[in-house]
Structures are given as structure tokens and as C-alpha cells.
């Protein structure tokens, strides 16, 4: 049996007594794809990096093989020494107890992703410190903070964030998770990384022992063309200890960086709560959309905050340090947090009139005074998918010290009544008034594009008559008969009567959507009196 054939089958052997964990494997993609020191031979990569992603390493067992791999660019289980196979072998089940690795040194070389060729740093004498961590989130997803000298990389399972701080320079792109997840799906995209490697040997000098920490390593010289790795191994475990690097300049061998990996290290609360510095200066990868960039950074400081501070057992509001306004939408998602405990982000940056105006129903009833309805709320707040609209919104209201009261009113009403004739299709039904393109709002003109339920219809009359929130205009009152709500498992569709809903502002509005419900509807309206439930907000006594 060849020595590559004996290294596969071992290597199938282990692969069998290891449980599929496919995250960390994109760490070696990346690294070996912009950060390789090395580029080791090829006599059995294909075949052994097959049968790794055949049957991945469970959690960082792959990511510290992943940075032997990456740190000291090598095809360490395919050198010339023998037993180099089995060492491997070992090392590959002593990682299934793994469950942080952790690198400290130095390197004299910095390379920023997002960078030109007069941005790469040559080799230099000028040491700058090495740190990274890697781990798996409670959530299972992949983690890494990576900073060398002044530039930092923090990825989060969302977003990967390159930080440099001597240009005050923040570039954003997806997480590598992403990226590497497809990358294995598709073998191609490994092999692509591995097949310049064809054909080129190395050479492979055993350095004897030394202890390192107390324990015994095993020393390995790795050479190929101007670069050079010494690795040290604990003797028993065969976790690589320390790796320096080096390159052949100006006839003399440089060493450029010094490696130190530890194993099940507790993750600092400072890295694992890690937040980029605000800037200006962002850049963006192609696939990435600017405009809520500073929302998934807003996101991730909300993130950072909770592993200081206990998360919330029901909402909670928490202030924002700036006025600044940012694009959001909603729910955002807490990296670390969402997936496993269900609580979201519901940005407010608004007056309290407009925050409460879509949440108390039925629209027409609520009523806030002028000097309450300018209140500005710039706010987050922490909420999850078992609270209603009107619980979010008493949940704000008390925490700025106000409340809601309810009262009856006599109030003029339109009692909606349908004659039972068969309704057009939806899709045909139009606002009375055509909107032409960035022309004003008018009364008449469709608001919103359906579809739209008949239910829908009015409350948008009722929205738009009590637009200033004095609850002193008209609600309608349907007794039509027509479907409020979708049956289950149906669509909106089924309940759709209009394919636009119009603005109704102003008195203009009344007599031109009286005709329009009774041309397109056969819907008319008796005006009546009716005892009506107000909702008051004031301040809280």
C-alpha cells in the first residue's frame, strides 16, 4: 500500500468516528485564499481534503486544523516524515474535545482585505501584535476576531468587519459562514484553491524536541523556494504550540511572523462583545446594501450591550446614544440573540403621534393631545412576536411616564351597507383620482397599492379623516357582510375588493368617497350617532 493511499484510508477511519460540523471549515478558504505563507505540496492534497469534506470535524476540531493549515501554509500530514500520518491522526481526535482556539504573537506583515497593491505592507523589522480567537456560537453559527497591528476583522455570522485603524477605515461584507457554507456544498470551489499547489514539492526537516509550556513538542521545517515554517507539536496530543514563519530576502532568511495557539481558553468578554468604532470612512462589498449598513452596526452594539446586561424578561426600551437618524427596518435581528431566544428590534425614531397611529385600532379612535403628539421618541425597543401592537405601544407609553384611557363618546358614524351585487375584480378596481408620477398627494389619488380588503378600506377613510388624532371625525361602521379577514391557509386575495387604496385627507374627500364605494361597490352609508369607545393618551399620575 502507497504512503498516499495508507494517509487516505487513516484518514477515512477517523472521518467515521467524527460527527458532521461544516462551519468552520471556511476559516482555511479564506485564509489560504488571501493570507497563504506557504504553498504546500500536492502529492496527496486532493485526495486527503476529499475525504475531509466528505465528513467534516466537529466544531473547532476543523478550525485548528484549519489554522495549522493556514498559519503555516503546509501540507503537514503529506510531508516526507514518517509517521506524519499518524501525528495527524491524533491531533484530529484530540480536537473533538476542543472548543475555543485561541492565537497570540506577532507578524511584520499586514494585509488588509480591502486594500490596492501599494497598501501591502513589504517586510519590515516593525513587529505588530497578533491575536485571534475562534469559537462557536451557542447558536452554532461561527465566530472570529482577528486583529494584527492596527487592523481588526470581527465576524458575526451576519457581517464580516474589517477595521482599520490608521486609515480610520471600516469595510463591510457578508460573513465568511456564508460564503464557505456554499464553498463546501460545491467541492469545485475548494479545488480551485488547491490545484495551483500541483507539483510543487517540499521539503521537510525534522527539528527534534523542546518543551514549550511544559510540554514536550515535537518540532517540523518546512521549506519551499524563498519561505520556510518551523511548527512545534505537543508531543502527546499532536495539537500544534507555536509556528514561526519565515522568507528568504536580501541573503538572509527574515523571520515576519510567531504564532502561540492555546486550546479551551474561556473567550474574554471584551472580544466576545466586540464592536467596530463608529466612522465615516465605510466601504461595502458588492453584494452588500449601504443604506443599512449602520442599521446591522446599530444591531450589533444593541447585541454587545445584553452580554453586559441581563436581557429582557418581557420589552424593553433603551435609549439611543444619537440623534443621528438611520435607515432600519424591522424586526432587526440581535446577532447572538435572535435565534435563540426570539426577542427582536422594533427601531423608533418618530413623534409619538406617528408611532401610535398605526397601532391603536380601529383608526379614527385615538386621541393625543398636540403638545403629547410631539413628543420624539429615539428609541429601540426589545420586543419578540407574543406581544401585540397595542401591548408594544402601552409598553413605550409607560416607560415615558404616559398612558391610555379609555372613554365613550357619542360620535358620528357611517353605518356601510351592500346591496349583494356581484363585486368586480379586485384587480380592475382603481382610486377615483390617477396619480401622475411625482405630482402631490390629493385627495382621491391610491395611497397604497392592494390588494385590499373592504375592512381595509375603511379604516384607511377612518385613517386619513383623523390624521391629527382628535378623534371627532368619521368611522365607519360595517355591517356589509363581506369578508373581514382571510379564511386559513388562505391568501389576502380572497378577501381583496380593490387593487389601490386611496388618500381620503380633508372635507374634499367625503363626497368624492361616498360616490366611489357606491359606483364600485354598490356600498352606501347611512350617517348615525353611536356611543364610541375613545382611547385618550395623557400623562401618567
Known sequence: MTADKNIENKLEELAQAIGPDEKLI???IRRIDSKSIANPSVVTTQNIWRTIMKSPITKLATAAVIIIAAMIGINYFGGSIDGTSAVYAAAMKALQNVNTVHISGWTTRLRPKYSTELDESPPTLKQYPLEIWEWMAENGEYRIYDRQGSITEWDDGERNYEYNQDKDLLYISKSVTHRVAKDIQHFQSITTHLNQLKDKGIKVIDLGTRIIDNKQAKGLRVERGN????????SQTSLMLENNAYIFVEGQWRQWRHGVLTYNQNIPANIRAYVPPDTENMRYSWDIAPRFEKWQLHLRKISAYYQQHPLPETMELLPRESNEEIQAYSPGRLPDITDTTRLWVLPIQ??????LRTRIKPSGSLRIPEDLQEIKIN??????NKFTQRQRADFVLNTLELEIIEITENRKVWVAHYD???????RQIKAPVSHPPRSPLQPGMASTLGPNSMKQLFDNFAYWQDYNLTANKIIIIDETGLPLEPKERQSRESVA???????WGGEESIEIAKKWFKEQFSVTFTEENHPMKV???????
Open 497 to 503: 375588493v380593490s387593487s389601490e387604496s386611496p388618500f
Open 535 to 541: 382611547y385618550v393618551v395623557r400623562k401618567r399620575n
Open 420 to 426: 349583494r351585487r356581484h363585486l368586480k375584480p379586485w
Open 26 to 28: 471556511e476559516n482555511v
Open 227 to 234: 519561505k520556510r515554517e518551523d511548527i512545534w507539536l505537543d
Open 379 to 384: 428609541h429601540d425597543l426589545i420586543t419578540s
Open 350 to 355: 418618530s413623534s409619538l403621534g406617528d408611532f
